[in-house]
């Protein structure tokens, strides 16, 4: 089936510096696009998600950005902090597909203080 | 407020054993629920999901299955456990409409030995 792919495995970052975590998808009739963030040891926890009709999303020190011409996606943390450190799972859902998502494979991000 | 809850949260079981995992969802009525299994370092694999009462789907064909005797409790069981097995497992459940944004349990790691 359809994949949905993260660039970079691992990111490392400053505490207090800005992290962006990408996405990418290849599922053209996806509609619902979502982002989690899984801690060790512990189920995934929504954080964001933004509809295909939208490109960006804000939440509290979080942006989502979505641009389809290239099927990209995007988490923004502002001002990350030691407690952000976990693994970010994006995940699509089509339509078709009762809304269930498709989770990609995740990226690691590591805050150092 | 709604909650899940899994059990147990570890558990060790020689192959050819058989398995229960139980998950139960507080607060809510009529949730879809649904079962994954994740792989270390790897994304969610979507097992079963449950929009109802005896209504189950299966998505990967393999030795599982999955049972919904009562509105919010999800089991998913083995009759002879496989090496391939071992892993993460998680509940989740989501609104009705809504699959896209789903709430995990605490999941239950599984070691086949």
Known sequence: ???VGLHLPTLSVQEGDNSIINCAYSNSASDYFIWYKQES?????F?????SNMDKRQGQRVTVLL???VK???????ATQPGDSAVYFCAETDPRGSYIPTFGRGTSLIVHP | S????????TLVQPVGSPLSLECTVEGTSNPNLYWYRQAAGRGLQLLFYSVGIGQISSEVPQNLSASRPQDRQFILSSKKLLLSDSGFYLCAWSRMFTGYEQYFGPGTRLTVT
């Open chain 1, 72 to 78: 990209h996606l995007s988490l923004q943390i502002a």
């Open chain 1, 1 to 3: 089936g359809e994949s």
């Open chain 2, 2 to 9: 709604q909650t899940i809850h899994q059990w147990p949260a």
């Open chain 1, 47 to 51: 954080i964001i998600d933004i509809r």
């Open chain 1, 41 to 45: 040891g512990k189920g995934p926890q």
């Open chain 1, 67 to 69: 641009n389809k011409t």
